[in-house]
């Protein structure tokens, strides 16, 4: 009599293994393990520098690494292109928003959807006929996730001129039209007041409802210690801590590097 397989409990959504960047005489990321379990809120902080938007990056494919592996669900994303990652269900946010200013946020957000559409990258932005049923698919998907983060009302406004909240919620809402697996989010309350944050807080909860697994970049330790079941934490390119928020709160060595100074 064998009982389920291991899998369904033990493999983790993400796995990093040894992963190493140095930038000249800088090591970004010095030989980190990392495991997210699937469907986790799982935490990423440490101090300025320490590594985190350099673990992103490599994990999304912006920047190669010098060692190690990255898996999802045991596919090796290592040597894939960006476009190939996004396909298979890693995206991401920025720590500086990067939109595209002067296009409506609908069609910042149809952008996303272009890794589900067969007409490739600028299909969504052409109005050629044979394209219409694809294009109008495209926009009722957009549409439909601006309504999911509280956007609907400003679909036709200018990217660049909504208030720094909503850009953020933008871009979040980009990044979910590309119907993500593991959603990567580098500092999403930074430069948000309280009633900002605690609303991102509920957007990333309902993210999370959906059963969609989050890494989180943030400053922020309220959001943090709020959202995550487990947190890592790096410095100077190490993993010098990892467990539940309690656990972190608590560790020596965190303290000393990172929250101690805060
Ligand atoms: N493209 C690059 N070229 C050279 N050095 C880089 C590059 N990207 C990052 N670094 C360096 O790698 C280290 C880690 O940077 P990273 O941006 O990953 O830190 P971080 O943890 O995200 O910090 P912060 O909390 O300030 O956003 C830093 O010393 C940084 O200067
Ligand atoms: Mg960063």
Redesign the pocket.
């Known amino acids: 009599m064998s009982g389920p397989p291991a899998r369904s409990v033990s493999t983790p959504l993400l796995a990093v293994e040894q992963l190493t960047k140095r930038?000249?005489r800088?090591t970004?990321l010095g030989a980190v393990d990392l495991r997210v379990a699937e469907r986790a809120i799982h935490g990423v902080i440490?101090?300025?520098?320490?590594?985190?938007?350099?673990?992103f990056?490599v994990l999304t494919g912006l920047?190669a690494p010098d060692a190690g592996r990255v898996t999802l669900g045991g596919i090796d994303l290592t040597r894939l292109p960006s476009f190939r990652r996004t396909a298979l269900g890693v995206c991401r946010t920025f720590?500086n928003v990067r939109l595209f200013g002067s296009m409506t946020v609908l069609e910042n957000v149809m952008l996303g959807r272009h890794c589900r559409t067969r007409g490739g990258a600028l299909a969504p932005l052409l109005r050629l006929p044979w394209r219409a049923s694809e294009r109008a698919a495209t926009r009722r998907d957009a549409e439909a996730v601006l309504e999911f983060v509280g956007l609907a009302g400003k679909a036709h406004h200018r990217a660049v001129d909504l208030p720094y909240g909503d850009q953020r919620r933008t871009e979040i809402a980009r990044a979910l039209a590309t119907e993500p697996r593991l959603l990567l989010l580098?500092?999403p309350a930074a430069g948000m007041n309280e009633t900002e944050t605690v609303e991102i807080a509920d957007l990333i909860r309902r993210v999370h409802a959906r059963d969609v697994t989050i890494l989180l970049?943030e400053?922020k330790m309220s959001l943090v210690m709020g959202l995550c079941e487990r947190v890592t934490v790096?410095s100077f390119?190490e993993k010098i801590a990892e467990g539940d928020p309690a656990e972190i709160r608590a560790d020596a060595r965190v303290i000393e590097a990172y929250l101690g100074a805060r």
């Open positions: 930038f000249g800088v970004a440490g101090p300025n520098g320490a590594g985190k938007t350099t673990l990056n920047v720590q580098d500092e970049i400053h790096l390119g």
